[in-house]
């Protein structure tokens, strides 16, 4: 069975600042979906950025990009010039290119940005 | 159209209540699943739906009893509930169960309280 390892249940950081929430998997399958979802303390869940398992090259959308070593089995989110509106729960997720619906979160980290 | 909409935002119910919860979509996705996410948790899946058959039921207790009348639309039947059923209940929805269009597009949840 796949899971989905967030080794870090808080972070901070400085208004402007970079940070970079870790993400590691755990399967058999060559081929699959990795998510990052936001979901801030008005709940709504959004999606943040996708990558597809075959892809080589990393997903980035505007200040959000990732780190994909499908080999090392790690999926980092970095974000940059982080704004106060980035405080959130982030959540990692993996989903399988067949079988569906089953989309398996990690245990979330949760990310305080200080003006 | 690009989102979920969940009715309603709150729900307070006894235990010998009958209550229904709605989701509804007009992305034309004809995927459609119900998860519970308890506080800093991550989402877990219920249901899952696919062209409005019962795809994935995750060992769900019988008081919860879903429900897919067309494509846009989902239910989520609420009978005799217990207070540790207490939770944020989110519906998403992907354009399909597997394959390329997956991403799943989640609503902003109900907040059910059970007395």
């Known amino acids: 069975a796949q899971t989905v390892t967030q080794s870090q249940p808080e972070m901070s950081v400085q208004e402007a600042e970079t940070v970079t929430l870790s993400c590691t998997y755990d399967?058999?399958?060559?081929?699959?979906?990795l998510f990052w979802y936001k979901q801030p303390p008005s709940r709504q869940m959004i999606l943040v950025i996708r990558?597809?398992?075959?892809?080589?090259q990393n997903a980035t959308e505007n200040r959000f990009s990732v780190n994909f070593q499908k080999a090392a089995k790690s999926f980092s989110l970095k974000i940059s010039d982080s704004q106060l509106g980035d405080a959130a729960m982030y959540f990692c997720?993996?989903?399988?290119?067949?079988?569906?619906?089953?989309?398996?979160f990690g245990q979330g980290t949760e990310l305080s940005v200080k003006p | 159209d690009t989102e979920v909409t969940q009715t309603p935002k709150h729900l307070v119910m006894g235990m010998t209540n009958k209550k229904s919860l709605k989701c509804e979509q007009h992305?034309?996705?004809?995927?459609m699943y119900w998860y519970k996410q308890k506080a800093k948790k991550p989402p877990e899946l219920m249901f899952v739906?696919?062209?409005?058959?019962?795809?994935i039921n995750e060992s769900v207790p019988s008081r919860f009893s879903p429900e897919c009348p067309n494509s846009s639309l989902l239910n989520l039947h609420l009978h005799a509930l217990q207070p540790e059923d207490s939770a944020l209940y989110l519906c998403?929805?992907?354009?399909?169960?597997?394959?390329?269009?997956?991403?799943?597009?989640f609503g902003p949840g109900t907040r059910l309280t059970v007395l």
């Open positions: 992305m034309g996705h004809r995927a």
């Open positions: 739906y696919s062209y409005e058959k019962l795809s």
């Open positions: 997720a993996y989903l399988t290119y067949n079988q569906g619906g089953k989309l398996i």
């Open positions: 399967t058999s399958e060559s081929d699959y979906y």
């Open positions: 990558q597809e398992a075959y892809k080589q």
């Open positions: 998403a929805s992907s354009p399909q169960l597997a394959g390329s269009y997956n991403e799943q597009f």
